[in-house]
């Protein structure tokens, strides 16, 4: 939701703002009178791909907290029963939940947002997207602060809650794991090659996941009954635990690289699709008028004018696609194939291996940020050349 917001507020049309501005109006009237209402079909599809994950979340706490009630527990009692039926009626009671919630969301944005998407958006014909306005020195402050803070907050919580450091690793309790004790060298090596074997897997997988989420949003754009007959199976995807999915896949797929990408495109496609899917259907309809008077095909209009100007929202996909990437294969790995970062983190569990717990955590963490900030490095890229 909040990445989706954030496009919105970003991309609005620099027009609108430029005659805010020359009526007097500083950023709290040009938020007030344009980047508020030109965010709002953005902010009802993070809804979208909220609403699924609402209920998952509500699923997956009843399952890890021992509650006597829900989905989860019921989900829970259920894994060792042999009855597939009951499972899936599970699953399935899960699907039609978030199915309405993103009905609902659906129908708000489509209520709240049609009679205004032609003044929301800018064609593509005007100038780059306009950034909120800030100085060099804020956004300098800004990265040390998000550098710095995360840390703080870690150590913190830790200091608070009174642990053993045997168990909870402050930052400098996992320094001194990785690189001080003679036992350092192994543990780098182990985790080296845990990441050597995630890594290109996570890779595979996100790409594929944006790939089929890039062409189920531009079949959708010119076939709405393709996304309409897809949505349930999408639905499912989201709403069923892996805990309760990964079997069915390690039957379908084994227990190989395939069931881990498999995985992977489960839980990065969906809200890529949702928001591909949202910036394509914000392109004003004035936009495709010169090409449609020249008789182009909804495929031409689609490429020359409907991708080009929805490309602030295949990044703001891909930025979504990347944490939730490792996050599919290491939940693979831990669950099915026993290879990389996910087992690595399940063995030390077994292992009572404190130290690699919080290293891998630390790592996992690490590695998202990383590709996260390539993808807005990659973004920024491509909106100075659009």
Partial sequence: TMTA??????????????????????????????????????????LRVAAPNAVLGAIL???GSGSRWGLGTYL?????????ARLWGIGLAATAIAGLAYALAAL????????????????????????????????????????VLPFAIWWG?????????????????????????????????????????????MVVGMAAGLGFAFLLAVAGAVRPGIV??????????????????????????????AVTVAITVSVTFFPAYVTLAQGLSMVPKAAFDLVRAYGASGWRALRMVALPASLPWLFAAAR???????LGVMIAEWLATGRGLGNLLNQ??????????????????????????????LERLATARR
Wanted: charge should be positive; proline fraction near 7%; charged fraction near 15%.
């Fill in 5 to 46: 917001m954030v496009v919105g507020l970003t991309e609005v049309d620099p027009r609108s703002v430029e005659l805010v501005r020359a009526y007097g109006g500083g950023e709290g009237a040009v938020m007030r009178w344009v980047r508020l209402r030109a965010s709002l079909p953005a902010l009802l599809g993070g």
């Fill in 61 to 63: 706490a009843e399952f």
């Fill in 76 to 84: 829970l009692g259920s894994l060792g029963r042999a009855d597939p």
């Fill in 108 to 147: 708000a944005a489509s209520r709240v947002t049609d009679a205004s998407r032609a003044v929301t958006i800018a064609a593509g014909a005007t100038p780059a997207s306009e950034p909120i306005g800030r100085s060099g020195g804020h956004r300098v402050a800004i990265a040390i602060v998000a550098l």
């Fill in 157 to 201: 919580l830790l200091a608070l809650s009174g642990l053993s450091p045997i168990i909870a690793k402050t930052p400098l309790g996992v320094f001194d794991y990785l690189f001080l004790p003679p036992t350092a060298a192994n543990a780098q090596a182990r985790l080296l090659s845990a990441l050597a074997e995630t890594l290109p897997i």
């Fill in 228 to 257: 309409r007959a897809l949505m349930p199976i999408a639905l499912v995807t989201q709403t069923m635990p892996l805990v309760a999915l990964t079997p069915l896949l390690v039957l379908i797929f084994g227990r190989g690289v």
């Fill in 320 to 326: 979504l696609a990347v944490p939730r990437a490792l």
């Fill in 348 to 377: 030390s569990r077994g292992y009572l291996d404190y130290g690699m717990i919080w290293t891998v955590a630390l790592v996992s963490v690490l590695v998202s940020v990383i590709l996260y900030q390539l993808a807005v490095g």
